[in-house]
């Protein structure tokens, strides 16, 4: 049982350039979740999605795009990669409930755009 | 929207102690409150969590304290080991799987040996 799996765990970009995240979860949870991460300001939400072929808006989405058409994945996606948005990406999942459920998170992927 | 306050940014305490992190939030609909512990370099990992029907939760060494009325929760972790070194974080949301987690700005716990 692997978990939340992303993919992949490090990358170097190009101002200007574009690519996509993958997250894989096999836990069935309805709820799939991107956040970055920067020292000093904890994890911010980007994107999120209540179930396949359904995205929401988190906190900080400008510069993003995400697409949940499998249930267990969800692409986190940069069109024009700027240097503003180097960090540390974690993809977590939760399960459906009537209260909220603790989310699980992968690995990371550190971004970095020169 | 709901905004969380974690305090304090470091902490180090010597093997044995017990230490104490604080988190305010502004949202008084908040109802569920995780604690994350992130190792270096590893992914958050959930070490506790409380909803607002309880006052107090233990799982072991480590313990969470809730007051609704003035909207602060702390956890507190007895019996230190230089293993619990990491950034912990605190983070609260709303009442339903919809409402979306606000998380803290991190605390770096040290525990020297």
Redesign the interface.
């Known amino acids: 049982n692997a978990g939340v799996t992303q993919t992949p765990k490090f990358r170097v970009l190009k101002t200007g350039q574009s690519m996509t995240l993958l997250c894989a979860q096999d836990m069935n949870h309805e709820y799939m979740y991107w956040y970055r991460q920067d020292p000093g300001m904890g994890l911010r939400l980007i994107h999120y999605s209540v179930g396949e072929g359904t995205t929401a808006k988190g906190e900080v989405p400008d510069g993003y795009n995400v697409s949940r058409l499998k249930k267990q994945n969800f692409l986190l996606g940069l069109e024009s990669a700027a240097p503003s948005q180097t960090s540390v990406y974690f993809c977590a999942s939760s399960s459906l409930g009537d209260t909220n459920q603790p989310q699980h998170f992968g690995d990371g992927t550190r971004l970095s755009i020169l | 929207g709901e905004n969380v306050e974690?305090h304090p940014?470091t902490l180090s305490v010597q093997e044995g102690d017990s230490a104490v992190i604080k988190c305010t939030y502004s949202d008084s609909a908040s109802?569920?409150f995780?604690w994350?512990k992130q190792e270096l370099g590893?992914?958050?990992?959930?070490i506790i969590?409380i909803?607002s029907n309880v006052g107090e939760k233990k799982d072991q060494r480590i313990a969470v304290t809730l007051n609704k009325t003035a909207k602060h929760f702390s956890l507190h972790i007895t019996e230190t080991q230089p293993e619990d070194s990491a950034v912990y974080?605190c983070?609260a949301?709303?009442?339903?799987?919809?409402?979306?987690?606000?998380?803290?700005?991190?605390t770096r716990l040290q525990v020297f040996p």
């Open positions: 974690q940014s109802n569920y995780p994350y590893k992914r958050p990992q959930l969590d909803r974080f983070a949301s709303g009442p339903y799987n919809t409402d979306k987690l606000i998380f803290g700005t991190g």
